[in-house]
């Protein structure tokens, strides 16, 4: 990459190479596993000019999107999280149109339906946003660009608010697709967004998070600038668990918003105090990814040595990264299972790992569970609490392995 897709400064440091690995989110059916598969370089790099953390866009959200492999509804506490700020945001905003961007199969927007209240999901991946339409969320099958904005305030009305959550790294025409907001929103509406925080990723080795399809990674500064680009303003931040550490962005038109509020003035001081704001901050975070790899293959090849079982719990788009980077093979980790039935009967991209039914654990008894959806801790050290009936351990390999009864 020789160019900030943000600013378009060339001057782009390198903060950790991951290799080269395949999409995260394409699984292979069985027929598929005789032919070979597509690997693109992982490679994060930080503009020295706008400080946006950002990989090159080697894949087209068409070729990630238009069939998709994950449904947000298979997250209890993900359709909690929705939930709560639905009710939230309904309480101090009163709207009577709402948008969500990347909609998903209606996790957020059914809560907005039992309200009463209007809104419209737009989703660009047919299947999933089925799924949505079956729940009697309306959805419309699309990208956001700026004509799809302008499109559907001209069809619906302006949204009085409009949500774009974790889609805001997912996009490569940061500009374009920040257009497409403000063209949507009413002139003295809301925008908010929820994205990984780019300071917990670095701080706690959050480093699978990096993948394909997130081709940006921001701290609150390169958003704000982000933001400014399609016309919009940061006027709050709030910093919220999901994802491991994200921030919700509440933004409105430049043109009406006030000053950045006190939330927005602390996180952009602790980013700062973080070097995140120069190049000090990501020096040091590729020999601490090196770290995570180094423990987690010495685990599971002591494992296999002790003659100890190790299967998988969840497969998700983060599993794949840390899975091939670490070059974690059938041998080492047996399989892993999911919720999905979308995935049942597949293998990982690139190690080729089978995904079955999460009752394969109970069957089977395994002495280690290596969970990859860590964000969930608290979720799944729940649901999988039964697996201490045979005295079976869960593994959380991020941000440092860690072994719990």
């Known amino acids: ?60 959200p068409e070729d990630t999107f238009t069939e998709y492999a994950y449904f947000s509804s298979y997250s209890t506490s993900w359709v909690e999280h929705a939930r709560t700020f639905v ?3 309904v309480e101090r905003l009163r709207p009577s149109f709402v948008v969500e961007v990347a909609s998903n199969d209606g996790y957020l927007l059914q809560h907005v339906v039992e309200r009463g209240i209007r809104c419209l999901g737009i989703e660009p991946s047919a299947n999933v946003g089925q799924a949505a339409v079956d729940k009697g969320v309306p959805t419309r099958t699309d990208f956001l660009s700026p004509e799809t904005g302008a499109s559907v305030r001209a069809e619906h009305g302006p949204a009085d608010l409009v949500v774009a959550n974790n889609v805001y790294a997912h996009i490569p025409d940061v500009i374009g697709f920040t257009q497409g907001l403000r063209n949507l929103v009413a002139d003295d509406g809301w925008v908010s967004i929820e994205v990984q925080h780019l300071l917990t990723l670095i701080e706690l080795n959050q480093y699978d998070t990096i993948y394909h399809e997130h081709f940006q990674y921001y701290t609150v500064a390169s958003a704000q600038r982000a933001l400014a680009s399609g016309g919009l303003a940061l006027v709050d931040v709030e910093l919220v668990p999901t994802h491991g550490g994200s921030i919700r962005l509440w933004a409105q038109p430049a043109e009406v918003a006030g000053e950045p509020g006190p ?16 190049l000090s901050g990501y020096t040091e975070f590729a020999e601490r990814v090196a770290g995570v790899r180094r423990d987690l293959l010495r685990f599971l090849v002591d494992a296999a040595a002790e003659g100890k079982t190790v299967v998988g719990y969840g497969a998700p788009g983060k599993g794949n990264t840390l899975l091939n980077h ?29 995904i079955l039914p999460p009752e394969q654990i109970g069957a089977d008894r395994p002495d280690y569970v ?10 799944l050290v729940d649901q999988l609490s039964y697996i201490r009936e045979w005295g079976g351990r869960l593994v959380f390999p991020i941000p440092t392995l860690e072994i719990v009864s």
């Open 326 to 354: 670490c070059g974690v093979r059938p041998d080492l980790l047996a399989y892993t299972v999911d919720r999905n039935p979308y995935k049942h009967g597949r293998f990982t991209p690139g190690m080729r790992i089978p």
């Open 370 to 379: 290596l969970v990859l959806p860590w964000n969930l801790r608290d979720e």
């Open 87 to 89: 009710a939230d945001a």
């Open 263 to 278: 939330r927005v003035i602390d996180v952009l001081d602790r980013e700062k105090a973080a070097g995140l704001h120069e």
């Open 1 to 60: 990459m020789t160019q900030c897709r943000l600013c378009g400064s060339t001057d782009l440091a390198g903060v950790v190479d991951l290799g080269a690995t395949p999409p995260c989110e394409r699984f292979l059916t069985a027929d598929q596993l005789e032919e070979p598969e597509i690997t693109y370089p992982l490679h994060l790099q930080v503009c020295t000019s706008c400080w946006l953390a950002q990989i090159p866009p080697l894949i087209t």
